[in-house]
Every structure is written in structure tokens, then in C-alpha cells.
């Protein structure tokens, strides 16, 4: 063993070592830190499993966790040192675990760092507390019990096995059921066709379909439902379901309105995304001659990002998807960790790890997903296109959480918030950029039609009102009677006089604001 040890060691040294500037960046998610190597294992041991169980990670002996200073040890019984790692590992660990042990020399001083591999044969457990008590998992760098969801999604990872694809005990479907479901299926088809060509390629979904995808089972001659027949039509037992809400400002503290929606996948998409669609902004553009009402955040990535966390998330954890509304941003959470082999970088790549087969393949009939693993880039650029920055993605060890920012980048790089208070006007460059062109209530279109004022022209329009009754009043003053933030006033402010609706007369101190018609 100890032979062993030293060719790698050998080996490592004359290659690529451990910079100052990683230990200075501290313990992530996939790297620990130990002072000292400790005399009972379990001290490290349950980061080690944890590390096998989740994308891998350095355990560095050697380095101080808390001050990060490199202590290092006596090169006479370092090899004795990685010896008893190694022996450690291999008594303890369940299934085998096969660390790569080596020197590293760090600021003149000689460490030892052992990296665990991201592991295929789910869960890895420390044996001498069994396989109930003893998976670990990493979540945001530190290592914890793996609660019961997580050790059977673990399980199915390590078997290479899809929990929708299994059984749903307790669930009986009739042959009326199935083809019921079937119907419903074929009529998402044809409602999410995009062109005539896709609608008449569409061709009825039966029983060897559903058989072939895991949404149905056979055995001795008869059809039982799998998780996903449970999933996709709302029955069995499973709580599947999707919780909406609209808070007040930036932080969950105060409820405006809450929705929790139940029943079929596809009905749930449509829900959520009609209630999103329903507490964001319209604003408008000018395409040509004709108005066109524009959401501040395209209606296609919200969908698109709904859908995502309905066919990715992990059904096994009870959890449910949470479509948030802030005043600030667009925030949609889906319970589950990263599936093996997933990471933020390879997803936001395109790279597509399928945690949930069976609804893939449902999805992808009903034209909900196109190509697999497509769904993240295509949100990404249709937001970034938007002229909003680029999706936030955050979590992915317990769940996942991705964040819209509403209200478009300036040219200084500085959010403009689209609800920045009670009555907003963050994104007036593009919502309301008619308003210094002469559309309102009064005039109408080429098309002979009138074109009614959206709301961020109306309070300009407001706002344009209390400066007429009091022109030299200051602007908090004006923000009071509008009941907006100061802000959120020297930002209509500034669009007016940008567009020649409002000047400015007599001394900064003493200013009197003129408006011009």
C-alpha cells in the first residue's frame, strides 16, 4: 500500500500542484480542509462517502479549515499517514471507495490530499452505520445525512433506473384510464403544434407507446400503471402539485396573492404560467405602424422554464414546484438535487441528463420539449435577447432555483428594476417609449383603430398631471402623491425630459418644471 502511495506521489509532484490561491478561496462544495489527520476516521470519512455520492471532492490534510494556514507535516511519517487514509477508506466505506492519495507541496510545506471520484455505484454508506444511517451527502460545503428522499434517489442513480418508470403501487387504472389519457395527450399535441406541418405529423398515442416510453407496465398480458401514469394525470396517491405567489418586495415576509394548482402536468404548466403572465408587466412597442403589447420577461422563456422543472425536478422528494413573483425578479424552484453527471456549467452548455424518462418522452410528444437538453440555452438567449441579464442559477445539491431579473440592463450595466415599488416604471425605455411620441387616449393609429394607453403610460400621464397643478413642487413630493420611491420618480424624470415632454426652468434649488404638449 505504502508502495503504491509513493509512485503517486512521485508522480504528482512532478505535475500540477495546489496553488495559494485555491486555499485562499477556502472549502466549497468540493473541497474540506483538515488541519490535522484525525485519530477516529469518521471525522473525515463521512466527507469521503459524501464526495462519492455527489460530483467528487479533495479532502486537503494539511491546512488549517478556519485560518486556512498551511501547517503541513514531517515528510518522515507522511507516507504512514497516507497509508492509514487509505486503509481507513477501504475498511469503512460501502460500496469499495478508491481515493487517489498524494503529496502536494504548498507554500514549502508538504500536504496530503485525497480525491474521491464522483461515485456510479449509489449510495456509498460508511459500514459501521449501515446504509439507514450512514450516506452522507455535500450540501452548500458541508457534509450532512442524506434524509430518506435522497438515499432513494441514490439508489435509483446507482442502478442505473428511473423512479417514473417504476411501479405505482397502490394505483389501479381502467382500460377507459388509459384511453382517456391518451386522448388527452394527442390534444396537447395538436395544441402546442407550432405550424400546420407538426400538427399533421401527429399520429395517436395507444398502449404500446405508453408501454414503450415506462407510463405503463406489462405483466402476464395486463397493463399497470408506472409513476409517471400517476404524475402526468394527478392520481396515485402522489402530491404533485405547483404553488404560485406574489410577494411584496424582494423577500418572502409578505404575501400579495397565492395559488397552489393540482391535476394533470399540462394543466399545471398552463396555471402557473397564466398566473406569472398576470402579476408581471405589459409594456409596448411600435413595430412598423402597429402597437404590439410586450411582457417585460418573454412569455416563451417563462414557459419554457416552468416546463423545464416540471419534467426535471425529483418526484421522489415531496416537495413542490414554486413559481415566485418579487418585486425584483421571476424565481422558479424545483425540489431535487443535480441528477449524477448533471452540473450548472454542462446544463447551462446544453447538456442533457434525463432524471425522469418516461415524462421526457411524454413531453416531447405533446410538444412541450423539443430537443432534449435544448431548454436551458434557448431560455437563456431569449432573456439575454430581451435585453435582461442572464438567468441566475442557484443550488442543484438539494434543489434548484433559477432567477429572471426583471427590467432590462442600462448601457452603465445597472439593473433597472421593472417593479421597483408599489406603481413602477422600471423598463420605461422599452415599455413605454410611445409616450414621448404622441400616442395616447386621444389619437388614433393609421389603422383607424384607438390605441389604448398601457400602464406605464398612464402614470406618466398621471404624473404629468400633479406637475401641471404644481410645477415647482420638489420630486419627493411628487413620488408621495404617486406613491412611488424617489427612484423610481427621477427615472420618469429623466425619460420625460429625454423625450421633450418636460423641461426644466429657473435654478436647480428653485426649479420649475414646464410641460410641453
Not at 423610481?488 to 404638449?517: C, D, H, P, Y
Request: hydrophobic residues 35%; proline residues 3%.
Amino acid at each position: 500500500m505504502i508502495q503504491f502511495a509513493k509512485h503517486r506521489v512521485a508522480k504528482r509532484e512532478r505535475g500540477v500542484t495546489m496553488t495559494i490561491e485555491e486555499i485562499l478561496a477556502g472549502e466549497s462544495k468540493n473541497v474540506e480542509f483538515k488541519e490535522t489527520l484525525p485519530e477516529k476516521s469518521i471525522k473525515y470519512m463521512k466527507s469521503v462517502v459524501a464526495f462519492a455520492n455527489g460530483t467528487g471532492g479533495k479532502i486537503i490534510f494539511g491546512i488549517a479549515d478556519k485560518t486556512r494556514d498551511v501547517v503541513g507535516f514531517d515528510k518522515e511519517d507522511v507516507f504512514k499517514k497516507m497509508d492509514a487514509i487509505a486503509n481507513a477508506v477501504s475498511d469503512s466505506c460501502e460500496p469499495a471507495i478508491i481515493p487517489d492519495i498524494t503529496l502536494q507541496t504548498v507554500d514549502g510545506k508538504t500536504v496530503i490530499v485525497v480525491e474521491v471520484s464522483e461515485g456510479r455505484q449509489r449510495p456509498y454508506y460508511i459500514k459501521a452505520l449501515g446504509r439507514d444511517g450512514g450516506v452522507y451527502v455535500r450540501v452548500a460545503g458541508t457534509t450532512r445525512i442524506a434524509d430518506e428522499y435522497m438515499v432513494k434517489e441514490l439508489l435509483f442513480e446507482g442502478s442505473n433506473r428511473y423512479y417514473d418508470q417504476a411501479l405505482c403501487t397502490g394505483l389501479n387504472v381502467t382500460d377507459e384510464d388509459i384511453d382517456v389519457l391518451c386522448k388527452a395527450m394527442k390534444e396537447q399535441a395538436v395544441k402546442n403544434a407550432r405550424t400546420e406541418e407538426q400538427k399533421a405529423a401527429i399520429k395517436d398515442v395507444g398502449r404500446q407507446q405508453l408501454r414503450s416510453w415506462g407510463i405503463l407496465i406489462e405483466r402476464d398480458g395486463k397493463d399497470y400503471p408506472s409513476n409517471a401514469f400517476a404524475i402526468l394525470t394527478g392520481n396515485g396517491g402522489l402530491h404533485v402539485a405547483t404553488q404560485c405567489g406574489v410577494f411584496k418586495g424582494t423577500t418572502k415576509a409578505v404575501f400579495v396573492d397565492r395559488r397552489e394548482y393540482t391535476g394533470p402536468l399540462w394543466g399545471q404548466i398552463e396555471e402557473a404560467f397564466q398566473f406569472v403572465l398576470r402579476n408581471i408587466h405589459l409594456g409596448a412597442t411600435i413595430v412598423g405602424i402597429y402597437r404590439q403589447d410586450v411582457y417585460e420577461i418573454p412569455p416563451d422563456a417563462i414557459r419554457e422554464l416552468i416546463i423545464n422543472a416540471m419534467v426535471h425536478r425529483s418526484y421522489l422528494d415531496h416537495g413542490t414546484i414554486q413559481v415566485a413573483v418579487y418585486d425584483n425578479r421571476l424565481e422558479i424552484t424545483s425540489p431535487g438535487k443535480l441528477p449524477m453527471g448533471q452540473t450548472m456549467e454542462r446544463m447551462k452548455e446544453g447538456y442533457s441528463k434525463i432524471r425522469n424518462e418516461a415524462l421526457a418522452h411524454a413531453f416531447a410528444y405533446m410538444n412541450l420539449i423539443e430537443h432534449w437538453g435544448s431548454g436551458i440555452p434557448r431560455i437563456i438567449d431569449k432573456v439575454k435577447a430581451a435585453g435582461l441579464r442572464e438567468p441566475e442559477f442557484i443550488g442543484g445539491e438539494v434543489d434548484l432555483r433559477i432567477n429572471i431579473y426583471r427590467g432590462q440592463v442600462d448601457t452603465n450595466d445597472a439593473t433597472i428594476n421593472a417593479n421597483d415599488a408599489k406603481n413602477d416604471i422600471g423598463g420605461v425605455e422599452n415599455g413605454v417609449s410611445n409616450a414621448g411620441n404622441g400616442v395616447n387616449c386621444n389619437e388614433s393609429g393609421t389603422n383607424g383603430g384607438k390605441v389604448p394607453l398601457n400602464k406605464e403610460q398612464i402614470q406618466l400621464e398621471n404624473l404629468l398631471q400633479i406637475i401641471e397643478k404644481n410645477p415647482s413642487a420638489t420630486q419627493a413630493y411628487y413620488a408621495e402623491e404617486m406613491g412611488v420611491s424617489k427612484r423610481t420618480i427621477s427615472r420618469m424624470f429623466a425619460f420625460l425630459q429625454e423625450k421633450g415632454r418636460l423641461v426644466q426652468n429657473g435654478t436647480t434649488r428653485k426649479a420649475k418644471w414646464e410641460i410641453i404638449r
